[in-house]
DNA sequence: CAGTTTAGTAACCTTCTGGTTACCAAAAGA
DNA sequence: TCTTTTGGTAACCAGAAGGTTACTAAACTG
């Protein structure tokens, strides 16, 4: 896999989550597999603006469809977000460090 | 702190975290403070465009700066991550779940 | 085989984003 | 104090993003 993909899957990956409706629809899929009217039941927004978020979310693979028999339902595939958990990771030994000396600071030791 | 306050740091966060030029920049903060001018220099894109994509990252308590002494830095401040860290959370048990049906896929196991 | 439900897409509009150049303010140094 | 360095902001522009309505294509259902 060369960098240039990885780069551009992390990009969309990024971008799918930077939108707070589809932060919420990932969320809804987490309860349980939905079909697009039902995604979209939960907002304010038109379902067409919802199958744009969905494209998005698609394009990102957090969000595949599946034929579960009669209907067609959208999934969740958390999958990619393993690759946010790593990019994490990179920083954690520094936010570990901010946390532990601002309870320095409020527990008013050195 | 009320929960439309967290909604809207939380949105901040994800926005300041969507855009490859700042992802890179906060990967530079991790090796050392810096000043805007040697943050700028790392990219082909010009000063001023640094300047916004600091102000975005400031806006999400990412980026401080600090006078340290003679010149005034760029710190990074990654204490925030943290919260993408518990976002990440509730949906650990999805990818680890996915990853394991993919292990099994790959292997050839039922 | 109609008719209804479901969902994607096209066309369009407005706002946001990221970039530029030009300008300005403040701090550092001579 | 004058000059240089540093870095923020204003004004502007092109393209992307997110929303809408209208249309279309499948696929169930009666």
New interface residues.
């Given amino acids: 896999m060369p960098a240039a993909t990885t780069?551009h899957s992390?990009?969309l990956l990024?971008?799918a989550?930077?939108d707070?409706t589809r932060?919420e629809i990932?969320?809804l899929l987490?309860q349980r597999s939905r079909s697009v009217n039902d995604l979209a039941a939960n907002f304010y927004t038109s379902r067409p603006a919802i199958s744009k978020h969905l494209r998005v979310l698609r394009e990102a693979s957090l969000v595949k469809d599946v034929t579960s028999g009669t209907s067609r339902l959208c999934e969740?595939?958390?999958?990619?977000?393993?690759r946010?958990?790593a990019?994490?990771r990179?920083?954690?030994t520094?936010?570990d460090?901010?946390?532990r000396r601002?309870k320095a600071h409020v527990e008013g030791k050195r």
Avoid: H, I, M
Wanted: hydrophobic share 55%; charged share 30%.
């Fill in positions: 780069r992390t990009d990024f971008k989550l930077a707070p932060r990932l969320a987490r969740l595939n958390a999958a990619p977000l393993a946010v958990d990019w994490l990179d920083y954690e520094f936010w460090r901010s946390l601002l």
